[in-house]
């Protein structure tokens, strides 16, 4: 079966750093994204990877390890406008149709 | 450059009836694909059009119905509404073409169904 497992909630302190964990089982393999969605508003992209490696873009960075179907997002110095949901997605044919995990609540406190 | 834009941004129906929903595409994007949005079920794939068709379809049932016009515009209709298709829809679209791409969101509809 298909499936994308991420922890549901997590919670950090302002200038933290957190690590979002993703692991996947799909049916197909094109890469894997990391969307940010703050309430009421659309996701936006954050990375793209589909070459096993770290992938670092200013304070967030991105990892995939195909053969372990893993992935992490990090994010670091965490800033109050960092708390959204983060959605991990695997382009499972590479026609833009993306699966989606249920995303992972962050919070982060003062 | 304009987003994608999608309308109406929020609606409310009652079963029975059907809807009918838009999208504009980011000017020169190819790809629009639609995604239902809930809070148990995270967003899930509806279908993807490329230059007016469609080549991938999620696992909704036959009410679940879109279309790509010639300037990408793109369109999806619910019949026979359900309490269930109270939802987010989102709209995305994407310069790729056979590869995935990143995708770009509408802000989306917001479908209460009563």
């Known amino acids: 079966g298909q499936n994308i497992d991420q922890p549901t909630e997590m919670t950090a302190t302002e200038g933290a750093i957190v690590q979002i964990n993703c692991t996947y089982q799909?049916?197909?393999?094109?890469?894997l994204f990391w969307y940010q969605q703050h309430a009421g508003e659309a996701p936006t992209f954050l990375s793209y990877n589909v070459l096993d490696g770290l992938e670092e873009k200013g304070r967030f960075s991105s990892f995939l390890s195909r053969s372990k179907g893993y992935s992490y997002l990090l994010l670091k110095e965490l800033q109050m406008k960092d708390s959204a949901s983060y959605l991990c997605a695997v382009d499972q044919t590479g026609a833009n149709n993306l699966f989606f995990g249920t995303g992972t609540r962050l919070t982060v406190i003062p | 450059k304009a987003g994608v834009t999608q309308t109406p941004r929020y609606l409310i129906k009652t079963r029975g009836q059907q809807v009918t929903l838009s999208c504009s595409p980011i000017s020169g994007h190819r790809s629009v694909s639609w995604y239902q949005q809930t809070p148990g079920q995270g967003l899930q794939f509806l279908f993807e059009?490329?230059?007016?068709?469609?080549?991938n379809k999620g696992n909704f049932p036959g009410r679940f119905s879109g279309r790509q016009f010639s300037n990408s515009r793109s369109e999806m209709n619910v019949s026979t509404l359900e309490l269930g298709d109270s939802a987010l829809y989102l709209c995305a679209s994407s310069l790729a073409g056979d590869r995935g791409g990143e995708l770009f969101f509408g802000e989306g509809s917001r479908l209460t169904v009563l």
């Open positions: 059009y490329f230059s007016e068709t469609q080549r």
């Open positions: 799909t049916s197909g393999f094109n890469g």
